[in-house]
């Protein structure tokens, strides 16, 4: 028999009664019933009840004063619990451990951090003590469970007939939309490292290489700020690329992959059908205000700037007449239609910065369904009868209106469609519902720049006859700004998991396509010079995504923060708490690096008049 355990806390049954055993694990929970003393002992696998009877003197001693979360090895006879007295929640919960002998092997000191019961503790002290806080249960079950999606990952893409390769960790810096984490060389002084931003170029390489099809759980570094739905500093992506492929290509490798993967941990949840719908970015941002929309919300906007066009409610008639680029949005609100909930969310968008939000509610009458509120009075039956009908609304129903420039208010209707669908309840619960958004904009409009830059990825393939797009003129703006790329993301429940592209492998396109966007020759060539250099040597179509690994797990946990599926997450400020990093080095390796460190320039306070 092992020294510390014969079983682990999680696999004893009836089956085992009468066996003598030996358990180890952490003191979960103490409860003391006239007279025998219960211990609840936990393990990664489980917990298993133990009783100390004080007719064991020296074990019962040993169990009243032991601290939870300190460490016992104990040895005792499996029995059965009466009827009355099984946990049914517990794989263990039909028998319990009779302990004739335990040892402490580790006394816990009082806890800064209380195990179980899981109450609500502030994010320092979990950060902090993070050893304890995953220990958890919630938390450490979202931990293993990110272990075992990991393993179907790999298992699934070796199926699809991908292999695993690893890319360098140290690299170039190149500008990818966000800083680079720098690392300074001792061998080289004064040249630095970057940590890779996404493996992208590597994985173009592998290509080019001819290994065809390439994956990688691969580490990705980014100095931006912290948000809910990305870690600071660091996460993880399903880094793929493949050879000889087209964008539906990538789409039908990766589906079954991504669908296979949630049915297996859905717990009881649907999970959408393949296909998954294809939704031009155009087409995303009309309906749901939104490239990354939540298709569980069944509220679709629709443009409805002629049923305002001359009419009675002049706010929207002498924006519309002022300027040509004017539209007005309706976002329908299916069993809304009432004064309350219209007024609420008025309220709403004015907390949101916004003058407020135009409504209709609709409720029947003698005659029929008439439209109520201060919009319908202003543009009159007629034209409020031709906006029920257009969004199929009925009585008990409501419309909201956003009105303006679409490029300036689409963010806002999008939030307020959102809105409308959480609090009439029609978000669809105990579903994942996919969707890709394509057609991306292959450049956009710099307005701090008051320059073309690229709007997704700079190393897409332009969707355009590439004879001439060699041709274009890069003043022709309006043209540029409308072309797209074969850039897609994959989204679920309103959450991007990755973006991917066809790759640009041409490389008098990829100089034609940064000249657009305001790079000089010899800039590509010093950031992408290795990339560039291998295109002219025999470069194969190809295409690639990047889902993201944490995104993923968060979304199968039913989590709405990274930091709950991460081991050993940084804090909103890139601190890592229970490490203390970042922190100051010596001076001896500073000196090794050639590197001075100079303190921040303090801010003059303003000086104010006598």
């Not at 994956?215 to 809910?228: G, L, V, Y």
């Not at 000889?244 to 859905?266: C, K, S």
């Not at 292959?442 to 990825?457: A, G, L, R, V």
């Amino acid at each position: 028999m092992n020294k510390f355990r014969s079983h682990t806390c999680g696999e004893l049954s009836k089956s085992d009664v009468d066996k003598t055993v030996r358990l180890s694990g952490w003191v979960h929970r103490k409860r003391d019933h006239g007279g025998l003393l219960f211990i609840d002992l936990r393990d990664n696998y489980g917990l298993t009840q133990l009783v100390f009877d004080p007719d064991r003197a020296d074990a019962f001693a040993i169990a009243e004063r032991v601290r939870a979360e300190s460490v016992l090895s104990v040895e005792g006879q499996v029995v059965a619990r009466s009827d009355e007295t099984v946990n049914p929640n517990l794989v263990t919960g039909e028998i319990e451990i009779r302990v004739e002998g335990v040892e402490v092997l580790s006394d816990a000191q009082e806890l800064p951090l209380p195990v179980f019961g899981e109450p609500d503790y502030p994010e320092e002290t979990r950060l902090t003590y993070r050893f304890l806080d995953l220990r958890r249960e919630t938390l450490h079950s979202n931990i293993l469970k990110r272990s075992q999606i990991i393993s179907s990952v790999r298992r699934r893409m070796t199926e699809e007939g991908f292999l695993e390769f690893q890319t360098p960790i140290l690299t170039a810096s190149s500008p990818e939309g966000a800083r680079d984490f720098l690392v300074p060389s001792r061998m080289h002084p004064g040249q630095f490292y970057a940590l890779p931003q996404a493996p992208q170029q590597f994985k173009q390489l592998i290509m080019v290489a001819g290994f065809d099809r390439y994956f990688q759980i691969a580490p990705c570094f980014r100095d931006e700020d912290a948000r809910a739905d990305r870690s600071p500093g660091e996460f993880y992506q399903l880094d793929v690329e493949m050879s000889f492929v087209e964008q539906d290509d990538v789409f039908n490798a990766i589906e079954p992959v991504l669908h296979g993967l949630f049915e297996e941990f859905a717990d009881g949840r649907e999970v959408s059908p393949l296909p998954f719908p294809r939704i031009p970015f155009a087409e995303a941002i009309r309906k749901y205000g939104s490239d990354k929309p939540d298709l569980r919300n069944p509220i679709e906007m629709q443009d409805v700037t002629d049923a305002f066009r001359g009419s009675g409610f002049k706010v929207f008639a002498n924006l519309i007449e002022q300027n040509h680029q004017t539209e007005v949005w309706a976002i329908p609100a299916p069993g809304g239609g009432n004064r309350a909930f219209c007024d609420r969310m008025n309220s709403w968008a004015q907390s949101e910065g916004q003058p407020g939000l135009g409504y209709i509610f609709f409720r029947e009458e003698e005659g029929g369904v008439q439209g109520a509120g201060p919009v319908a009075k202003n543009i009159g039956p007629e034209r409020t009868a031709q906006i029920r009908e257009q969004l199929g609304l009925g009585a008990g129903d409501a419309v909201f209106f956003v009105a303006g420039i679409p490029s300036k208010f689409y963010q806002f209707a999008g939030l307020a469609r959102t809105r409308v669908g959480e609090e009439l309840e029609l978000v669809e619960q105990g579903i994942f519902k996919f969707c890709w958004i394509v057609d991306f904009p292959m450049f956009e409009w710099d307005e701090d720049e008051k320059k073309i830059d690229f709007s997704h990825n700079p190393f897409s393939m332009p969707n355009y006859p590439l004879d001439k797009f060699l041709e274009l003129d890069p003043s022709n703006s309006d043209e540029i700004l409308g072309m797209t790329a074969f850039q897609y993301d994959i989204v679920c429940n309103g959450v991007e998991l990755s973006s991917g592209a066809i790759r640009n492998h041409k490389p008098d396109v990829m100089y034609k396509a940064f000249e657009i966007a305001g790079y000089d020759k010899s800039v590509v060539e010093n950031k992408f010079g290795g990339m560039l250099n291998a295109f002219k040597y025999g470069a194969p179509p190809h295409g690639g995504i990047a889902p993201g690994i944490d995104r993923i797990v968060m979304l199968l946990c039913g989590e709405e923060n990274l930091r709950e599926v991460t081991m050993f997450p940084m804090n909103q400020q890139a601190q890592d708490l229970l490490m203390q990093a970042p922190s100051e080095v010596d001076a001896r390796q500073l000196k090794e690096l050639h590197i001075r460190v100079v303190p921040p320039l303090e801010k003059k306070a303003d000086k104010k008049d006598d």
